[in-house]
């Protein structure tokens, strides 16, 4: 009951088995550890048993789980070798460089750090004001000199691979 290869399963069956919820929690659960029991997914999903089985059943059939069975027990684990080729498969489609995220000091971060001048205020959307168009360019200015302070301030790397 390990599913199909990656190379019979079209991108979009796989796609479509991940955009339920609850299946992404249980691909999100399995990715965790090396086998995921089903008894854990009882007690951590809001879902019954046979609602499991069937989130389970559409996962193997697209090859993203493999199962064991020990006795009465049954054991999940991730194919990070479906998830890798297909995570290949989408850099193919744009080949762009690939950002380099890392925990270590000294590694960029995923988020950018707010900027100073908002990092007290808390988010509020503000209404569309028409403002003249005189007053424009000095805004305008002093938004791109803003910005330029931050941009200085970020570090980003980037690592090609092909």
Known sequence: MTGKPMAENPPTEV???LSDPIRWSIIAQAAKVDELAAITLES???VAKPTISYHIKILQNAGLISTRKAGRNYY???RRDVIGELADGLWELAPTPRPVIGTGKGSPSRRRPRRA???DRPAVARPAVARPAVAR????RSAAARQRAVNDDVEEAVVLTW
């Open 15 to 17: 796609f479509s088995a």
């Open 76 to 78: 999940y684990s991730l």
């Open 137 to 140: 360019p000095a805004v305008a």
């Open 117 to 119: 001048d908002q990092a």
């Open 44 to 46: 951590t999903l809001p």
